[in-house]
C-alpha cells in the first residue's frame, strides 16, 4: 500500500453519507482474538511475534474476501507514517507504539482493517460512514467467521473469546458511534447526556485528547462490557439510545436557530471567515472552528461547501498529515503556519494558492 | 497509589481537567505527563484510555490476593503479580491458572461471568494441546537463553509433531 497516495485522499467512511450523517460521523465495531497455541504478546519474544504476524498475515490474504486489502508493515515504517495510520484511525495509537513484528491489513476504502500483534494478536475493525452499526457488524461477523474456519481462536466455553486484558474478555467486541454534538456541548446539555449514559455502563469519550477531553465537539460512545451479553444485545444497546442523543442534538440546533439565528449565524460565518483567512492556526483552534462550521452547513448557514470537504479537514490538518503533504518533518509552529495554508487553499480563501 | 493511565509506572502528577463543564482526572507518571503536556496539539484517539489499571488498584489492598501474587501460570510463566502490575494477561490458560483471582475481577469489570455469544464453528476441543504449544515455547526460550541447545533442539521437534498433528486434524 502507498502511503503517499493516501494524503490526497480519505477513508470512504468520512464521506459524510449513511443514515443521520449529520450528526453521526461514523459507527465502528472491532473484535479482539488471539491465537490458541501461541502466548499473548506481553509474553511473546521476537520469534514468537514473528509466527503470529506471519500466521495471521498468510490466512488473511488467502481469505478471498470481497474486499481487496494491503499489507502495511507497520514495524517498519518510520514514526511520521505510524502517526499517520492513525489520525486516519486504521492503527491505534498503541499499536503505532509498540515494538516488534506487526503490521495491519487494510481494505481500499479504508472500511477494514485487520491490526496483527497489536494488544491481542489480532484486532480486526469495521468502520462506516454514518449511523450503520448492522452493516458494520454483518461485514466483521463474515471476516471473523472466514479466519475462524482456519486458525483456532484461544476460547473457552464459560468466558468466550480469551484476550490479554480482562476487560474485553467474552466477546471481544467494542461498539462505538462517533457523535457530532455541538449545539448540546454549546448549552452545556451535554453533561446530561453524560449522566444518563453513565448509568446503563455505556462509555463516553471525546473524539481526540485522553479521556474526556473532546475536541472539535466529537464525542464517541461505545459498550463498556464484553462478556455475559451476546453481540447482538451489545450493540442493541448502542442502537437504542444513540437515536434519543440525534433527537436531542436536533432539538437543541432548531431552538438555537429559532431563538438566536443572528449570534449563532454570527458565530459559524466568522469560523469560516478565519479558517478561510489565517496565517497561522493551532490543530485545537482548527477543530473548534471546524466543528461550528459543520454544523453551519447542517443548518444551512454556509450553503458553499461540502460536508465530506469539512470532514477530511479534520483529518488532514493533523500533524502527521500535514507534514507528509509537505513531505517534510515540521516543528509545532511550522506546523501551524502550514496548517493555515492548507486550509486556506481547501477553503478558498483569501491568498489561496489554488484561487480562481 | 494510583497508576499512570498511559502506563502502569506509579502516577506522580494529578491533572484535574474542565472542558465544557466536565471534570476530568488524569493521573499521570512524570515521563507520560512530560509529553502529555507537551502534546497539546498532538491529538489521539481516545479507545485506548486503560480502565483496567483502576480496576487493579481496587484489589491491592485484599490481603488474600497479596498472598496469591506469587501463584505462576505453568504453561508461560507469568505469575498473578506480573499481571496486576501490568494489567495484561500472559497467555490464555492464565483464565484457568488464575481462575480464583480473576473471578471477582471479571464480576467487578462485566457483572458477570458468563460467556453468552459468539461460539467458533469448529468446536475448540483442541484447547488442550494448544496450551500444550504454548508451554513447549515458553520452555523453548528458556532453554535458547540457556544456550542449551541440545534440549532446544528437542523442543523444536515436540513443537513440530503438535502442529503437524493439529494441521492434519484442521484440513
Ligand atoms: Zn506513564
Ligand atoms: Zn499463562
Same mark, same amino acid.
Request: proline share 3%; glycine share 6%; with cysteine.
Given at each position: ?160 473469546? +480469551? ?5 474485553? %474478555?467474552?466477546?471481544? /467486541? ?8 455541538? &449545539? @448540546? #456541548? ?47 444485545? +451489545? ?5 437504542? %439510545?444513540?437515536?434519543? /442523543? ?8 432548531? &431552538? @438555537? #436557530? ?99 | ?171
Amino acid at each position: 500500500m502507498d502511503l503517499e497516495s493516501l494524503t490526497h485522499t480519505s477513508g470512504e467512511w468520512l464521506r459524510g453519507s449513511g443514515p443521520d450523517s449529520d450528526i453521526v460521523i461514523s459507527s465502528r465495531i472491532r473484535l479482539a482474538r488471539n491465537l490458541a497455541q501461541y502466548p499473548f504478546l506481553s509474553r511473546a519474544d521476537d520469534s514468537v511475534r514473528g509466527e503470529t504476524s506471519d500466521l495471521l498475515r498468510g490466512t488473511i490474504e488467502d481469505l478471498g474476501l470481497p474486499r481487496r486489502l494491503s499489507y502495511v508493515n507497520v514495524g517498519g515504517l518510520v514514526d511520521l507514517d505510524r502517526q499517520f495510520l492513525v489520525e486516519r484511525q486504521l492503527i491505534s495509537r498503541e499499536h503505532a507504539e509498540s515494538r516488534g513484528s506487526r503490521g495491519v491489513c487494510v481494505s481500499d476504502e479504508e472500511n477494514v482493517s485487520l491490526m496483527i500483534n497489536e494488544e491481542d494478536h489480532l484486532r480486526i475493525q469495521v468502520l462506516r460512514s454514518g449511523f450503520s452499526l448492522d452493516e458494520c457488524w454483518d461485514e466483521i461477523n463474515r471476516i471473523d467467521d472466514a479466519l475462524e474456519s482456519r486458525v483456532t481462536y484461544a476460547f473457552s466455553e464459560n468466558l468466550g473469546y +480469551l484476550t490479554a486484558c480482562p476487560t474485553n %474478555v467474552g466477546t471481544g /467486541i467494542r461498539v462505538s458511534v462517533m457523535l457530532h454534538l455541538p &449545539a @448540546l #456541548v454549546l448549552t452545556k446539555e451535554i453533561q446530561k447526556v453524560f449522566q444518563a449514559l453513565q448509568k446503563i455502563s455505556l462509555a463516553v469519550r471525546g473524539l481526540y485528547g485522553e479521556g474526556s477531553q473532546a475536541m472539535g465537539d466529537f464525542y464517541q460512545i461505545s459498550n463498556q462490557i464484553t462478556l455475559g451479553k451476546s453481540e447482538e444485545q +451489545l450493540i442493541e444497546s448502542i442502537r437504542d %439510545v444513540v437515536p434519543n /442523543i440525534i433527537a436531542y442534538e436536533r432539538r437543541v440546533r432548531n &431552538a @438555537l #436557530v429559532k431563538e438566536n439565528r443572528q449570534s449563532l449565524h454570527d458565530q459559524v460565518s466568522r469560523a469560516y471567515g478565519i479558517l478561510q483567512n489565517a496565517q497561522t492556526i493551532s490543530s485545537e483552534e482548527t477543530m473548534q472552528l471546524l466543528s461550528s462550521v459543520r454544523m453551519g452547513i447542517n443548518l444551512e448557514l454556509i450553503d458553499d461547501l461540502k460536508m465530506s470537504t469539512v470532514n477530511e479537514l479534520f483529518i488532514h490538518t493533523q500533524p502527521a498529515h500535514l507534514q507528509k503533504l509537505r513531505k517534510e518533518d515540521l516543528e509545532s509552529a511550522e506546523r501551524n503556519v502550514a496548517r493555515a495554508r492548507y486550509l486556506r487553499q481547501r477553503l478558498g480563501g483569501n491568498g489561496s494558492e489554488m484561487q480562481n | 497509589m494510583k497508576k499512570c493511565h498511559r502506563c502502569s509506572k506509579p502516577a506522580t502528577l494529578h491533572i484535574t481537567e474542565i472542558r465544557e463543564g466536565v471534570v476530568q482526572e488524569l493521573h499521570l507518571c512524570e515521563s507520560c505527563a512530560q509529553d502529555y503536556l507537551e502534546n497539546t496539539d498532538s491529538p489521539e484517539p481516545s479507545e485506548d484510555f486503560d480502565p483496567i489499571h483502576e480496576k487493579l488498584s481496587e484489589y491491592e489492598v485484599d490481603e488474600e490476593l497479596a498472598e496469591l501474587d506469587q501463584n505462576e501460570c505453568p504453561n508461560c510463566g507469568i505469575t498473578f503479580r506480573e499481571f496486576r502490575s501490568q494489567g495484561r494477561l500472559g497467555c490464555p490458560h492464565d483464565y484457568v491458572a488464575f481462575e480464583h483471582e480473576l473471578m471477582p475481577l471479571l464480576e467487578n469489570i462485566h457483572g458477570e461471568v458468563q460467556h453468552c455469544g459468539k461460539f467458533p464453528k469448529r468446536a475448540p476441543d483442541a484447547s488442550q494441546r494448544q496450551y500444550q504449544l504454548i508451554k513447549l515455547r515458553n520452555e523453548l526460550r528458556g532453554a535458547v537463553e540457556q544456550e542449551n541447545y541440545e534440549e532446544a533442539a528437542r523442543l523444536r521437534d515436540e513443537i513440530q509433531t503438535i502442529e503437524n498433528e493439529l494441521n492434519a486434524e484442521q484440513t
